[in-house]
């Protein structure tokens, strides 16, 4: 497939994206995004903060393209005047509990900014959209998001789309240059929701 995106959708897959936030669009990704992600998405300053550091065009190319046949991948583009400056990942996931608990009720949000897009208010618009999506379109009771405990931007980010702290978990991620790293946990309730999202305007 030479293609970044498939055209296809799942059944019944209900469509988040396309939406704005002011001038933002968030949608799915195309072939011609390819190259202008990855070279965000390697660059050293986003890698620092990221589990896996480097990604390949085959690599990226074959995760987007699953995204519109996928029940739990809502991963986005975000573009500001035809020009891609950020990354969003909506995971519906399970719930920890017993046997018999309900199944995709969660979901996890994550974003990649494009470095020198930073500090435009674009992280904390993006994370919004991504909750605005998993609570109003995708009925989900709880979103979690995680980051480094010295990412104080990523942090900030997700305190003001809402978003509460509810743990802080001692070198919890490993980081090949400064070694064992302290994570910080944030999470939002479907009941909160609307009082979060009144607290920002979209």
């Known amino acids: 497939m030479n293609a970044f995106a498939s ?22 990704p195309t072939a011609a995004d390819l190259e202008p992600v990855l070279a965000f ?3 050293p300053a986003v890698n620092r903060f990221m589990v896996r550091t480097q990604v390949t065009a085959d690599e990226l190319r074959r995760e987007w393209a699953a995204i519109p046949h996928s029940d739990t991948d809502w991963s986005c583009l975000v ?14 996931v ?11 009720t969660d979901g996890v949000i ?15 618009a993006t994370a919004s959209a991504l909750l605005r999506a998993a609570f109003e379109v995708l009925g989900l009771r709880r979103v979690t ?21 509810e743990r802080y978990a001692v070198q ?10 302290d994570e910080v946990e944030y999470a939002l309730l479907d009941h909160e929701w609307p009082q979060a999202s009144g607290a920002r305007a979209l």
């Open 7 to 28: 055209t296809g959708t799942a059944t019944d897959r209900p469509a988040p994206w396309p939406t704005y936030v002011g001038d933002l669009l968030l949608r799915e």
């Open 41 to 43: 998405r390697n660059d």
């Open 79 to 92: 573009e500001r005047e035809g020009d891609v400056v950020a990354m969003g990942f909506l995971d519906v």
């Open 94 to 104: 399970d719930a920890a509990g017993q046997p018999g608990h309900p199944a995709g």
């Open 110 to 124: 994550g974003y990649v900014v494009r470095p020198d897009a930073a500090g435009q208010g674009i992280g904390s």
């Open 145 to 165: 998001a995680r980051a480094n405990a010295d990412n104080l931007g990523s942090a900030r980010v997700l305190e003001k789309a809402g978003m509460r702290r």
């Open 172 to 181: 919890a991620l490993w980081q090949h240059e400064l070694g064992w790293l």
